[in-house]
């Protein structure tokens, strides 16, 4: 079995820590949080008040409410930095619908590129946990939730699928992260076009997973943002507004 050695994989173990929900997955959402008819929804109030995560060894993104175009949304300030904020919640595979979200992003970022371990940074990105049967991990994917579990009591989220903003791919594509293929990122928006405007995606969780992953997806068991520049020792700023599980 290969050597694993601990540093060059930190960030990669927070980041999939920042939306294992594992130990907490069954927590109640808020009272605010829940509608009729299994519909959840987040006004950027909430967001701004979801759990922070911070990476280790990290400089923390900087998450706060502000008005954006006359709406309240949450800003997002990476400089050097990356870390989330994100919710616990459990939602079954035959429960999942539509998630709907919207976020501006005024610049690019230089030299990022999603697919390359020492460029990995986006604006934007929403991120979606979730559970499924972890033996059927290879030997490097298990060796990696044995040392997340090891280090912080939280083994690897089955699955992660992010939601990302990404320079130069098209939309639709899926990308894998470099260091684990148990976090893929689909491209829901791309190059500079669309910048300094709000964008509002109504995206089918099911068929993104089945998109992404090839299979049918286990419960959803957490929901972050995050907005990251620490690779590219850059300056990313987003702007997100509310989310909604239908």
């Given at each position: 079995m290969p050597r694993l050695a601990i540093a060059p994989w930190t960030r990669l173990v927070a980041i999939c820590l920042a939306v294992s929900l594992a130990a907490c997955a069954h927590?109640?959402?808020?009272?605010?949080?829940q509608r009729p008819s299994d519909t959840r929804v987040w006004t950027a109030q909430h967001i701004a008040s979801w759990q922070p995560v911070k990476l280790p060894g990290k400089n923390p993104t900087a998450y706060g409410l502000q008005q954006r175009d006359g709406r309240s949304a949450v800003h997002a300030k990476a400089e050097s930095a990356v870390s989330m904020l994100r919710q616990p919640l459990r939602v079954e595979p035959q429960n999942l619908g539509v998630v709907e979200f919207a976020w501006q992003v005024p610049a690019l970022l230089d030299g990022a590129d999603v697919g390359q371990r020492h460029s990995d940074d986006s604006p934007a990105r929403l991120v979606l946990a979730f559970d499924g049967d972890r033996s059927t991990f290879s030997a490097k994917n298990?060796?990696?939730?044995?040392?997340?579990?090891?280090?912080t009591g939280e083994p690897l989220p089955y699955a992660t699928l992010m939601y990302i903003w990404c320079n130069t791919r098209p939309v639709g594509t899926v990308v894998h992260n470099p260091r684990t293929d148990r976090i893929r990122k689909l491209v829901v928006a791309s190059g500079p076009q669309q910048l300094n405007q709000w964008l509002h995606f109504r995206r089918d969780i099911r068929a993104d997973f089945e998109l992404a992953f090839g299979e049918a997806p286990g419960a959803l068991l957490g929901i972050a943002v995050m907005t990251d520049s620490d690779n590219t020792r850059s300056t990313a700023q987003a702007w997100y507004g509310d989310i909604a599980l239908r």
């Open positions: 927590r109640a959402p808020p009272a605010s949080a298990a060796m990696l939730s044995e040392l997340s579990h090891a280090i």
